[in-house]
């Protein structure tokens, strides 16, 4: 979800009800090395707490040197991407990689621990190419990891295929502390399934949020009652894009915002008639007033 979960698209998925949020990934090294693009990445907002921070990096003392740095931010917690399966982060021996090294990965949990004063906790996935997630999870646990995300898919599998929750039962029951499962979680139903599977804790959405922060209010209304009864209209989707718009324009200039909407006005429309020329459209686009005058007139056009 780097490049997804800025403060903008954060703030909107916390109005429809999300419980808890997450950064994108921070990368330790470059705030060891004082790099101030990778410090905005921390910028939390008194509206989306409890967030937490998401750092990502493979060595024990760099890690615990810029913990304190992270907690300046404060952030309710400090999460520690070990799932991440990108060539450009594992490559450097970050993210998923470090499933492939548990000793390593615990200590880079202990570095952690050791030097934050709020929670520690740690994303990882299903193995490297193969199950190995509850024993890995053994090992986060042993060193002070307060809670571990599970996503049930290997790193070689990327976001193909379905999710493995057999996994996230079988890293359930092999620790004592909370276990968040995640993958392929698309609607209410989704959320309740994996809650009564797998025993977890709780659910993460990642993918089905994008373009549809509406999914927290109808798995929350799904929890409470067994049923969704609310449906965002076409017209709800194109107004939720407008807010977008001008929230993260708000947030990062015009120039940048406008490029950065972009993939979120693809996300919201998709499914809506003549969505594929509005996107071409959008995508054509510069500059904030001609952006939202589009998708205004789009609104207007829907029946």
């Not at 949020?21 to 990778?38: C, F, I, P, Q, R």
């Not at 410090?39 to 040197?65: H, N, T, V, W, Y």
């Not at 993918?207 to 076409?234: H, M, V």
Request: glycine share 8%; with cysteine.
């Amino acid at each position: 979800m780097a490049g997804v979960t800025d403060l903008a698209f954060r703030l909107i998925c916390k109005s429809y009800g999300a419980g808890g949020l997450t950064t994108e990934m921070v990368s330790a090294k470059g705030l060891y090395y004082k790099d101030k693009k990778t410090e905005s990445l921390m910028m939390l907002d008194e509206r989306e707490k409890p967030a937490s921070i998401q750092i990502f990096g493979s060595e024990p003392d760099i890690i615990g040197e810029i913990i304190p740095k992270v907690e300046e931010f404060s952030p309710s917690a400090i999460d520690i991407n070990m799932g991440c399966p990108m060539p450009k982060i594992v490559n450097n021996g970050d993210g998923s990689a470090l499933m492939k090294n548990p000793e390593l990965a615990g200590r880079v949990v202990r570095a952690a621990k050791d030097a934050a004063k709020v929670p520690v906790t740690v994303k990882i996935r299903k193995g490297w190419d193969s199950e190995t997630a509850p024993e890995f999870a053994k090992v986060l646990e042993a060193n002070g990891a307060d809670m571990i995300t599970i996503h049930g898919r290997t790193r070689e599998q990327f976001y193909q295929g379905i999710a493995d929750w057999d996994t996230i039962k079988k890293v359930k029951e092999s620790v004592k502390i909370p276990v968040i499962g995640n993958g392929d979680i698309f609607s209410g139903e989704d959320a309740k399934r994996m809650l009564e599977y797998t025993g977890c804790d709780g659910v993460m959405v990642g993918r089905g949020a994008q373009g549809n922060p509406f999914i927290f209010k109808q798995i929350s209304e799904y929890l409470e009652t067994g049923k969704i009864t609310y449906y965002p209209t076409d017209k709800e989707k194109i107004e939720e894009a407008i807010r977008h718009v001008k929230l993260v324009c708000e947030l990062k200039g015009e120039n940048r915002g406008v490029l950065e909407a972009r993939k979120h006005i693809a996300w919201y429309i998709k499914g809506i008639p003549h969505s594929n020329e509005l996107k071409t459209k959008v995508f054509t686009i510069s500059s904030e007033r001609k952006m939202l005058e589009v998708l205004e007139n789009a609104k207007e056009r829907i029946k």
